[in-house]
């Protein structure tokens, strides 16, 4: 997902894209741990696209000053 894709999302949507690609990095580390997983970087790829996810959020909630809710 490209970093404007991700700026377009509502809110909701990203807390909601932040819960699946978390959900996505549980079942890569349970594929790698049983040996099923055979393209390690989708590993790589699924932590960045998470802290993309989260520094985004954190833009927001700085800019509307409700840095402290989540």
Request: aromatic share 4%; no cysteine; net charge positive.
């Amino acid at each position: 997902m490209k970093i404007n894709e991700v700026r377009d999302l509502s809110t909701d949507a990203l807390k909601t894209q932040i819960n699946d690609s978390k959900e996505e990095l549980m079942r890569l580390r349970f594929r790698q741990a049983t040996g099923e997983l055979t393209d390690y970087t989708q590993l790589r790829h699924t932590r960045r696209t998470i802290a993309r996810l989260y520094t985004i959020l954190r833009e927001r909630l700085a800019a509307t000053g409700m840095e402290g809710e989540e």
